[in-house]
């Protein structure tokens, strides 16, 4: 079952609120693997639920639909971007890890 468009409203909603965020921001950025990017992201939105470990390769890489784009103040650059034909997800460059965040399907 697909994402309604409400509920991909989660994703630039996280980003707002980590754009102002210093503390979180630290933690992503000191973030190494998948379980601590969970907890980071349940303390911030119970709804985002999946998420990955990506390489700097597909992180990088250019999107077929950018959605939209930025740099936090704490170096983390971050994208929205439109799979081709599926959901929206959330791209992370920490100074540690990379992550993509989407939102399940039930």
């Known amino acids: 079952m697909p994402v309604s468009a409400e509920a991909e409203q989660a994703l630039p909603q996280f980003v707002d609120s980590i754009k102002n965020d210093q503390s979180i921001q630290d933690r992503l950025n000191l973030t190494t693997d998948l379980e601590g990017l969970r907890k980071v992201v349940q303390s911030v939105d ?11 390769e597909q992180a990088t890489r250019p999107p077929k639909i950018l ?3 930025g740099v ?3 170096e983390i650059s971050w994208r929205l971007l439109r799979c081709t034909g599926g959901p ?5 460059i920490c100074s540690k890890a990379n992550f993509a965040i989407w939102i399940e399907s039930c």
């Not at 119970?46 to 700097?56: E, F, K, Q, R």
């Open 67 to 69: 959605v939209n784009s």
């Open 88 to 92: 929206l997800v959330l791209q992370l």
């Open 72 to 74: 936090m103040s704490q």
């Open 46 to 56: 119970a709804t985002l639920t999946g998420s990955a470990v990506i390489p700097l």
